[in-house]
């Protein structure tokens, strides 16, 4: 989830730190995989919510989108040209659409994000194509969060992977670093910029989250109090996960079962 938020300096985590935050991304991950278990054609955005508010706080968090901001759910379900903060409503996932889940969980007052893009029954070759080059995009970004590198080493990753294959990408949106608020500093971008931004240090945690449209040139508008569509109906997809930077490769913290070796 992402709102227009003040942020401060950046803070480096402790090594309990960490491990609070490993808690709270593997929570997210395992609310992911249930989630990915039972979402098909017929359920209802507001059966998915409630599924993953139950796994939350059976499983010892609390869900922390809801009530942010004043946001009233626990899952941020953003369907076809719905780009994000979908409000979840008694809609049911029809064969074709896509739908992205963003949710988050905060454990020991820690907090995870983490969001994926589902397809719904079948769709087109292109549409398959378009949601797996933002998963891509998000991976391309990870490989860069490495210690000494700049977090617009990640922008310019994310950005140039989406450009050379012809989609655009959402700029009013960004990644974010995350710990005891759900929303810290550094702000990470997935546009280009010449300029280097703050450099990455282990114990640095970030959001890094690509957020693109199937078509090159597409505006975003507020349609309610909550949910961001493309202004031209294109298609939009979303993907976030928690990386702590270490002295060596990228730690993913909310890796799901299903990206496991």
Known sequence: MKRTVSIGTIT????????????????CARTHDHLTSIIRPG??????????????????GTPCFKGYMGFPNTVCTSVNDSVVHGKPTDYQLKNGDIVTLDLGATVHGFHGDTAKTHIIGAVSPEIQKFVRTGYEALF?????????????????????????????????????????????APQVGNTFSPQAGA????????????????????????????????????????????????NNDPEILTLRDEEKL
């Open 43 to 60: 359920i209802s955005l507001l059966e998915l919510d409630a599924e993953a508010e139950k796994f939350i706080i059976e499983n010892g």
């Open 140 to 184: 391309k970004g990870i490989e860069q969060a490495r210690a000494g590198n700049h977090v617009n080493d990640i922008s310019n990753a994310v950005s140039s992977f989406i450009n050379q294959h012809g989609y655009g990408i959402v700029r009013e949106y960004v990644g974010h670093g995350i710990g005891k608020e759900l929303h810290e």
């Open 12 to 27: 480096l985590k402790s090594n309990q730190e960490l491990n609070f935050l490993r808690e709270a991304g593997k929570l």
């Open 199 to 246: 450099e990455l240090a282990p114990g640095m945690v970030i959001c890094i989250e690509p957020i693109l449209t199937m078509t090159k040139e597409s505006e975003v508008m507020v349609v309610n109090e909550w949910n961001v569509n493309t202004r031209n109906g294109a298609l939009a997809c979303h993907w976030e996960h928690v990386v702590a930077i270490t």
